[in-house]
T-cell receptor, first 118, second 116 residues
Framework: GAVVSQHPSRVICKSGTSVKIECRSL??????MFWYRQFPKQSLMLMAT?????????EQGVEKDKFLINHASLTLSTLTVTSAHPEDSSFYIC??????????????FGPGTRLLVL | AQSVAQPEDQVKVAEGNPLTVKCTYS??????LFWYVQYPNRGLQFLLK??????LVKGSYGFEAEFNKSQTSFHLKKPSALVSDSALYFC??????????????FGTGTRLLVSP
C-alpha cells in the first residue's frame, strides 16, 4: 500500500517550453501533496504544499508563477514548470500524505522526475 | 525552527557487520522522526518512524532506530549489513507551518557503502 507514482520519469525539453509533471497516489486518497526539488548530492528542498481544491502554499524563494501547482483531486497533483530554463534542470520529487486516520503524519514519495532543459 | 543534522556524509561498513547512521534533531514540542532511503535516480522510500511509545522502532529491511530524547538523537541501526543496503539515507523531523500544515525537514543525507 501507499504507492505514489510520477510521470514522466525523465523529460528533456528546449529552453522556453513548459513541462508538466504528474503525481498520483495509487492506492490511497491524499489530502496533501508536496513538491520537492533535489540538486545533485544534496538534500530535498520543499517547493510547495498543496491541498486538494485549494491554492498551493509556496516556500520562500519559489516563484509561484514559474512553478504552477494544481491539486485537482484527492489522487492527482501536477507541477508545471513554465518557460523552463537550464537552471530549472533538476530532480523533482512529489510526496503525498493520506486522508483520514491512516498514518496522516507519514509522507509517501514518488520515484521522481529528472528534468533536463537544453 | 526545526533542523536535522546528519554529521557523517558517508559511512562505510563491511557486509555482515552492524551499521549505525547518526541523526540529531532540534524541534519545538514533541518530535515526529523519520528515516527514508534513496537509491540512485529514485524517490525516497519510507523505512521507519517514531511518533510516540517505545523508543526502539523497527522498520523495513531489518532496520531499526532508537529515539533518545535527552540526546535529541534518532540513530538508524542494523545488526548485519548487506551490500544491497548501500544507498543514501535521510533523517527527517516533522515541524509545523504557519498555515498549520506539518512540514518535513530533512537532513543532508548520509551515503552508506557496504563492501562485500
Amino acid at each position: 500500500g501507499a504507492v505514489v507514482s510520477q510521470h514522466p520519469s525523465r523529460v528533456i525539453c528546449k529552453s522556453g517550453t513548459s513541462v508538466k509533471i504528474e503525481c498520483r497516489s495509487l492506492d490511497f486518497q491524499a489530502t496533501t501533496m508536496f513538491w520537492y526539488r533535489q540538486f545533485p548530492k544534496q538534500s530535498l528542498m520543499l517547493m510547495a504544499t498543496s491541498n486538494e481544491g485549494s491554492k498551493a502554499t509556496y516556500e520562500q524563494g519559489v516563484e509561484k508563477d514559474k512553478f504552477l501547482i494544481n491539486h485537482a483531486s484527492l489522487t492527482l497533483s501536477t507541477l508545471t514548470v513554465t518557460s523552463a530554463h537550464p537552471e530549472d534542470s533538476s530532480f523533482y520529487i512529489c510526496s503525498a500524505r493520506a486522508a483520514g486516520l491512516r498514518s496522516q503524519e507519514t509522507q509517501y514519495f514518488g520515484p521522481g522526475t529528472r528534468l533536463l532543459v537544453l | 525552527a526545526q533542523s536535522v543534522a546528519q554529521p557523517e556524509d558517508q559511512v562505510k561498513v563491511a557486509e555482515g557487520n552492524p551499521l549505525t547512521v547518526k541523526c540529531t534533531y532540534s524541534v519545538s514540542g514533541n518530535p515526529y522522526l523519520f528515516w527514508y532511503v534513496q537509491y540512485p535516480n529514485r524517490g525516497l522510500q519510507f523505512l521507519l518512524k517514531y511518533i510516540t511509545g517505545d523508543n526502539l522502532v523497527k522498520g523495513s529491511y531489518g532496520f531499526e532506530a532508537e529515539f533518545n530524547k535527552s540526546q535529541t538523537s534518532f540513530h538508524l541501526k542494523k545488526p548485519s549489513a548487506l551490500v544491497s543496503d548501500s544507498a543514501l539515507y535521510f533523517c527527517a523531523v516533522m515541524g509545523v507551518l504557519n498555515t498549520g500544515f506539518q512540514k518535513l525537514v530533512f537532513g543532508t543525507g548520509t551515503r552508506l557503502l557496504v563492501s562485500p
